[in-house]
């Protein structure tokens, strides 16, 4: 094994998490495969490396290893998007900025492994030019396969910035541009878009949409055999019901979800289900308030084990857990400690309506950080949606009036966006007529 770092490294995690190499492949690749990976006799594909990445929590290090034990190639640049979109900055670039060296024939790959530096850089203005050619690269060379997953890139990563109309054009128009060839691979890329577009769509408040496009990638992952695939759309889904207001088939979608990430040991995203649940239940009062917390017990224990960066999520339910049942010190404590920590902006907006409840901020205060926050939100679509959010976690705690100050603080930033006359709203709306 000398010379391959990865392989080692890979043995040494695996076996510190006590998996076998059955265990460690099962979905995606066989014993035999992780076995040649460990002993330097195969190098991974990008597909497997993604899948590796995604298992063993140590991904900055794999990805050190990764690129001092083998030379670069094209397929790693979707085990390097997946770090970035992860959140997992430093692994990312390692992978990222090895591809960047590739050889000339894969320009197009290099272009885009550019692109998404600049990306994680904060340039999104150098970002999307690199990754369009990167697009017109493949399409040149008819590589439309190649151009389409650029095209679905560019989708995620205008979705990232901002959540709107091109990142849905992005999806539409890589659907159009894969040759189909009656393969598995149709169905998977079929699979992964509509996958993302529920995501954005979702981020954007419109959530029975949004449903119905994860529920069709969650057929499609069903068909390939793919049960995490499938785990994740149902718990896309079961996301956008609940911000439909379907509360209990988002309750059960996600407990789906939970039954096939069980079922297959994907141990990451077991928390982030239970937690689905746990919201779900909470959100249908005290009658549900004994089941919801066993669910936000086990979802807390599991985050803690293998996604220890999303605990906070479980602070501001434990908090409304402890204020439905009359526990006002302990509610102040937990949102206390929530507020202390970083989140994203839908976080930190139902934060800071529970530190109204719980009496930590007076509400003017708190409605003002409230307001600030979603002002900062770059797309308009999303920060309507974590305004309507943020309401109905107020009629939830039974504060009528904050819900509807929220609500008409929305919909005046709605309208007044929506307006031709204005310069922001004129440059978005040539981007909704594309």
Not at 105 to 118: D, K, M, P, S, V
Not at 368 to 373: F, S
């Given at each position: 094994m000398a010379g391959h770092p990865f392989g080692e490294l890979l043995r040494t995690l695996r076996r510190r998490h006590g998996l076998t190499q059955a265990e460690l492949g099962r979905g995606f690749c066989t014993k035999a495969h992780i076995s040649a990976i460990e002993t330097g006799v195969r190098a991974p594909s990008g597909h497997v490396v993604r899948h590796l990445l995604e298992r063993l929590p140590e991904r900055r290090a794999l990805a050190e290893a990764l690129v001092a034990?083998?030379?670069?190639?094209?397929?790693?640049?979707?085990?390097?998007?997946?770090?970035?979109?992860?959140?997992?900055?430093?692994?990312?670039?390692?992978?990222?900025?090895?591809?960047?060296?590739?050889?000339?024939?894969?320009?197009?790959?290099?272009?885009?492994?550019?692109?998404?530096?600049?990306?994680l850089d904060g340039r999104l203005d150098q970002a999307v030019p690199l990754l369009r050619g990167g697009v017109e690269h493949h399409r040149r060379r008819g590589h439309f396969r190649e151009a389409a997953w650029a095209l679905w890139e560019l989708g995620m990563m205008l979705a990232e910035a901002a959540p709107g109309p091109d990142a849905l054009w992005c999806f539409r128009e890589a659907r159009r541009t894969w040759t189909r060839q009656g393969d598995q691979a149709d169905q998977r890329f079929r699979a992964i878009?509509?996958?993302?577009?529920?995501?954005?769509?979702?981020r954007m408040g419109a959530h029975r949409r949004a449903e119905e496009q994860a529920a069709k990638a969650a057929r499609l992952y069903r068909a390939l055999g793919d049960q995490v695939g499938e785990g994740h759309a149902l718990l896309e889904a079961a996301h956008a019901a609940h911000g439909a207001g379907a509360l209990e088939r988002g309750r059960l979608l996600a407990d789906e979800a939970r039954e096939r990430f069980l079922s297959t040991g994907h141990a990451p995203c077991l928390g982030i289900a239970e937690l689905a649940?746990?919201?779900?239940?909470?959100?249908?009062?005290?009658?549900?308030?004994?089941?919801?917390?066993?669910?936000l017990a086990r979802a807390e224990a599991n985050l803690a084990q293998t996604r220890p960066e999303l605990v906070l999520f479980t602070r501001s339910e434990?908090?409304?857990?402890?204020?439905?049942?009359?526990?006002?010190?302990?509610?102040?404590?937990?949102?206390?400690?929530?507020?202390?920590?970083?989140?994203?902006?839908?976080?930190?907006?139902?934060?800071?309506c529970l530190a109204a409840a719980v009496g930590q901020k007076p509400w003017p205060e708190a409605r003002?950080?409230?307001?600030?926050?979603a002002g900062a939100i770059p797309s308009p679509w999303e920060r309507h949606a974590t305004l309507r959010s943020a309401a109905r976690l107020c009629m939830q705690l039974g504060r009528w009036r904050w819900a509807a100050e929220l609500y008409q603080a929305g919909e005046s930033w709605w309208e007044a966006w929506w307006d031709p006359s204005d310069p922001e709203a004129s440059t978005a709306l040539s981007g909704v007529s594309r």
């Open positions: 034990s083998y030379p670069p190639r094209a397929d790693w640049l979707q085990a390097g998007l997946a770090l970035a979109l992860w959140g997992e900055v430093a692994g990312a670039r390692t992978i990222l900025n090895a591809l960047t060296q590739l050889p000339r024939g894969t320009t197009g790959h290099g272009a885009r492994a550019l692109a998404w530096t600049r990306f878009v509509l996958h993302s577009e529920a995501r954005a769509l979702q649940v746990a919201i779900a239940l909470l959100d249908q009062g005290p009658a549900r308030a004994s089941e919801a917390a066993q669910r434990r908090a409304r857990l402890a204020l439905l049942q009359g526990d006002l010190a302990g509610a102040r404590a937990l949102v206390e400690a929530a507020l202390q920590a970083p989140a994203p902006s839908s976080e930190r907006a139902h934060q800071l003002q950080e409230l307001l600030r926050l």
